[in-house]
């Protein structure tokens, strides 16, 4: 991926974050019923699905058909049978990562989308919605040999590195 491309991926998801998913996550809904149901698991314990993942679910594929038609959604919560994906452009989606810390009260979850291409990540979008409100740079994004970046406030970004 070029850094063009990239730059403007970046926008588009850093905006559709923002705009849709982190208002599903700040909306009020603690406290009040979210309809979390528990999904079986083949080998292991029940995993709880609410409302909420339904939610940002469906934002998240309404804003990938608009922008990249042809690419298919695998969602995290997915069927059998989902992967690998059937087309050369495919978006995998966990719409509220950590859905037992968030109806338990802890802050410590988000959503996370990345971008396949011909059966490799070509990007990757992260939001942690307790650091975006409290610091306002709780957006990370990376991208096939551009590198990992955290976005601040209104689209500053920050360059990450590993320092040993």
């Given amino acids: 991926m070029n850094g063009e491309t990239f730059e403007r991926y970046a926008e588009k998801f850093t905006t559709f974050l923002l705009s849709e998913v982190l208002p599903i996550f700040t909306g009020g809904f ?9 999904k079986p698991r083949e080998g292991m314990e029940a995993e709880l699905v609410s409302g909420v993942d339904a939610k940002i679910r469906a934002s998240f594929k309404e804003f990938l058909f608009l922008r990249f038609p042809r690419c298919e959604f695998v ?60 610091t306002q740079d709780g957006i990370y994004v990376t991208g096939q040999g551009q590198g990992a970046w955290r976005i601040h406030g209104e689209g500053e970004h920050k360059h990450l590195s590993i320092e040993k």
């Fill in 75 to 134: 969602g995290e919560e997915g069927k059998k049978g989902c992967w690998p994906p059937k087309t050369n452009l495919a978006a995998i989606v966990d719409p509220w990562d950590g859905t037992h810390n968030g109806l338990a009260g802890l802050p410590t979850y988000g959503s996370q989308c990345a971008l396949i291409e011909n059966g490799e990540v070509v990007m990757s979008a992260i939001l942690l919605v307790a650091q975006q409100i409290m």
């Fill in 30 to 38: 603690f406290g009040r019923s979210v309809g979390v149901t528990e």
